[in-house]
């Protein structure tokens, strides 16, 4: 299982407001790379497309109240997890982490391990601008 992890980020939100922004998977849409070919909602499931990416399907997977959101890819060739760990500093900000945990052959990793790390990137630098 390889692990990308993104830098710890200072978020101007209250651990409850960033919880039910990532909750949403319309506001989904506000973290993604402009790269993005296909965004659809549906309910509980996100459908996205990055450009260079196979479509992927995303279901909340795991969520704690104010702490903690996992989101699971179904219906995708490469399945994989991704976390976001929410940490309160004080009423008015929290650090927010994102990890995408995923079982890659060696050939895959060396297709997709800078796809990925750049994803979590774009998605981590647009989290740290919410407010």
């Given at each position: 299982m390889s692990s990308y992890k993104s830098d710890k980020i200072?978020?101007?939100k209250n651990d409850e407001d960033l919880f039910n922004t990532l909750t949403e998977f319309e506001n989904l849409k506000n973290f993604?790379?402009?790269n993005i070919e296909k965004f659809e909602v549906y309910d509980q499931t996100c459908i996205l497309k990055v450009a260079n990416l196979p479509e992927i399907k995303l279901n909340i997977h795991e969520?704690?109240?104010n702490k903690f959101v996992s989101y699971s890819a179904s219906e995708s060739p490469v399945p994989f997890l991704m976390k976001s760990s929410i940490e309160k500093?004080?009423?008015d900000s929290c650090h927010l982490i994102f990890e995408i945990d995923i079982e890659l052959n060696l050939m895959t990793k060396m297709?997709?391990?800078k796809p990925i790390k750049s994803f979590i990137n774009q998605i981590s630098n647009a989290a740290s601008?919410?407010?």
């Amino acid at each position: 299982m390889s692990s990308y992890k993104s830098d710890k980020i200072l978020v101007r939100k209250n651990d409850e407001d960033l919880f039910n922004t990532l909750t949403e998977f319309e506001n989904l849409k506000n973290f993604l790379p402009p790269n993005i070919e296909k965004f659809e909602v549906y309910d509980q499931t996100c459908i996205l497309k990055v450009a260079n990416l196979p479509e992927i399907k995303l279901n909340i997977h795991e969520k704690i109240s104010n702490k903690f959101v996992s989101y699971s890819a179904s219906e995708s060739p490469v399945p994989f997890l991704m976390k976001s760990s929410i940490e309160k500093i004080d009423n008015d900000s929290c650090h927010l982490i994102f990890e995408i945990d995923i079982e890659l052959n060696l050939m895959t990793k060396m297709m997709l391990e800078k796809p990925i790390k750049s994803f979590i990137n774009q998605i981590s630098n647009a989290a740290s601008k919410l407010s």
